[in-house]
């Protein structure tokens, strides 16, 4: 069946600074699942029925499969540097395709209307050229030379930028975002969203961030990431179709959405389809 | 005047529109209330046993009931926001005040369920939702057939800065306005006050401004 | 309704509820509709869905003559074609770029958009006053039993509760829900208007508790 190929993925099931003894009742892709930690200071998943399921912490979360992972989570290097603030931003739940909730954070050309003054603004529409490619060794989707003008991109930034973006997606519904660091320009700050897919039509976003930032709350920073995430939650409840198409012809993509196309082409390839409709309608 | 706030609580948006609206400036103390839980940690429960927020702080004066500080803000800069003083004027005031803290109930909780997966009847919470939906249509229909575009008077006052947050919020907890000719009004005539903000969920009305274009000087 | 065999006419907004510069949802049964008016005051129903990435339009917003998408901001005219895309701002967006539209008409205060390529016009409604719009979840024959009275070919209902006359013109609407506009005679006083909206508003508990009533007893 096609969608079997996302069962063999990690995905995050929860915060590991919240899981406690007591289950934690959730889902991955319609197997209800539970979340909790044993005495040892581990995290333990299993099904509801009792199957105990692989797991991972990392990132703050922890991870799980419903299937049978061939290769580890996948690597975020910067996330090891030292001086590093890791924010665990909290889960939002979204009555969407967790595809949709990956290319919509994907997607800049949205700045100027949805984070409005925050990210972009109009008259500064203009989404310039960038390069696109998917990258065998990894067999990873990467977006760099992504540039846009921004009113104020971080909450360490004292002004508007021209900010400098890459993109990756290292798994079907994660993605991590490398962007302009204001108090080191010559690193990145990386915001990453790895999303839970509950069902075809309904995810949890796990939003989380490796920051050099030393001046900005704790609080500060996951309310600047909550509002933009918020921001586009009504977007996400309202794209027709639900599920993501990936054929042509229901959708029509510009050079500003060669990020988007390349991930849709990336997902048919692998039979990533669990929240995707394969036939134009 | 400081304010413990949660940026996504529309509780605490409604004190944050007021200041705006009234020109009032607030000291901002932001509370991690998801996923931190801290409005139920030591800290803020010391000012507030409820465990709620928002809570306003100005000197003497603690207040942790939003519906108190849109009065205290109305109060302190721009009376007018209060009616004008006529029993029939505070009386509807009073009426609409109560029922909004029954949408924080209802459509807040049914929002706080669907998006932040606390605990809820969500059928029921919708359910209710819809009933509220419709009894401030119905108050909207009536006021908009005497010539008053919004809650208790003609202009706009603190029960309509009480009720528009979770109103248009609803969506959020699967509850939708469309069916809701008079809200639609009403939230729009809100929405483009002068000195409105937004909050993560409410966005800007673009057509409020005409399509800039660059190169004008205009930014 | 009345319909002929081309296409039929559906009242789905009245005028009042939709200002110049603004765009609201609607429903036909040809789908979803970003009914919208331009700020010169023109009427135009857009199929609710943004070609570029399936964002509602009626989530839009209204500039001039162009209702604009809010995920992206990519315009479209009155018949349709998308005028611009904001990300490429040099570009003039290809003729393959459009929305569907449908033919709209406005009289007597009331909103129609048609459902295929209706050969009459809508019907009249002579002399009568748009009060406002809300929605029953109870379908056309439980309204007609609630009411004691029956809606004619146009889908107008004359009700009475009490001392309040009203019409009431129906649309049914999916899930069983129907779309009622209530009217009025035209000479009638701000008395009667709150009177007989407070009146339709009974008339929707009666006829939610009947719907109610027939779904559980099967």
Known sequence: MAKEAMLDEWYPVGLFSQVKTTAYKTALMGEPIEVSVGADGNAIVTTSGGRVLSSRVRYGHVWSSIGDPQKEIFSIPEADQPGRRFVDVGVVRVRCSPLRAVENFLDIAHFPFVHTDILGAEPHTEVQNYKVEIRDVEDEVWATQVKFYQPQAAKSASGGITTEYMYRVPAPTCSVLYKTCPPRPSEWDVITLFVQPLAEDLCDVWPWMALFDDETSMTDLIHFQQTIFLQDRSILENQIPRLLPLDPGMEIPTRADLTSVAYRRWLKRHNYTYGAQLVAQ | MKLYDYILSPSCYKVRLMAALT???????????????????????ALNPAGSIPILE????????????????????????????????????????????????????????????????????????????????????????????????????????ACFPYVALAPDGGVSVDPYPAIRRWSRAIRALDNFIEMPGIHRLHELKPEPQIGTGEE | MSADTTGFWTPVALSADLPSGTVIPAHTRAGSIALWRSDSGRVAASADRCPHRGMRLSYGFVRGETLSCIYHGWSYTQTGNCLRIPAHPGLTPPDTIRVATHLVEEADGVIWVAVGEPVHPPPKLEGLVALRSLTMHADVTTIEAASGAKSDETGLLKATQQYDTMWLLLSEQEQGHTLVHVLLDGDNTLGHRISASRAVESLRRCAEDLQARRSRDG
Not at chain 2, 25 to 45: Q, T
Not at chain 2, 117 to 146: F, K
Request: hydrophobic share 45%; glycine share 12%.
């Open chain 2, 23 to 45: 020109g009032l400036s607030l000291d901002i103390r932001p509370v991690d209330f998801h996923p931190g839980g801290e409005h139920r940690k030591a800290e803020l429960l």
């Open chain 2, 58 to 161: 100005d000197g003497d004066l603690l207040l942790t009931e939003s519906s108190a500080m849109l009065v205290y803000l109305a109060g302190k800069a721009a009376p007018e926001w209060l009616g004008d003083g006529t029993a029939e004027q505070s009386a509807r005031l009073q009426q609409w005040l109560s029922f909004s803290h029954r949408l924080t109930a209802n459509l807040g909780g049914a929002r706080l369920h669907e998006m932040l997966l606390r605990p809820g009847d969500i059928a029921l919470l919708q359910a209710q939702g819809v009933a509220a939906l419709r009894e401030l249509e119905a108050g909207l229909v009536e006021q908009g057939l005497r010539g008053m575009p919004f809650l208790a008077s003609d202009r706009p006052t603190v029960a309509d800065i």
